[in-house]
């Protein structure tokens, strides 16, 4: 069993910056694949980012190219999430997920292990 906690998250103006952190128990985390989604009030959650387990490839929504960077340190069995210029419409409880397997790439991607999530609110 893999078990994740975010942290980082917070109140920040717009065009501030945050790291959020996914830190991983357990003997598999340079297996697995993870994901940073986000989920706002009324809406879905959608996908943002994710890190494959074996070459680090790393996949981004279209909404967040260019200002937020994934990346992974499996001898900390750490995540992170660098957002920069963050905007209003970047609010929301931040999940990170972990599978074994391909990193994911949408918002429905299936994933093995879930973390409690952290809210980021950017205001304007």
């Known amino acids: 069993q893999v078990q994740l906690v975010e942290s980082g998250g917070g109140l920040v103006q717009a065009g501030g910056s945050l790291r959020l952190s996914c830190a991983a128990s357990?003997?598999?985390?340079?297996?697995?694949?993870v994901g940073w989604f986000r989920q706002a009030p009324g809406k879905e959650r959608e996908f943002v980012a994710s890190?494959?387990?074996?070459?680090?490839?790393?996949y981004y929504a279209d909404s967040v190219k260019g200002r937020f960077t994934i990346s992974r340190v499996n001898a900390e069995n750490t995540t992170y999430l660098q957002m920069n210029n963050l905007k209003p419409e970047d609010t929301a409880v931040y999940y990170c997920g972990a599978r074994f397997g391909g990193p994911p790439r949408d918002g429905k991607s299936g994933m093995n292990f879930w973390g409690k999530g952290t809210l980021v609110t950017v205001s304007s």
């Open positions: 890190v494959h387990w074996n070459d680090d490839s790393t």
């Open positions: 357990g003997r598999f985390f340079s297996t697995l694949s």
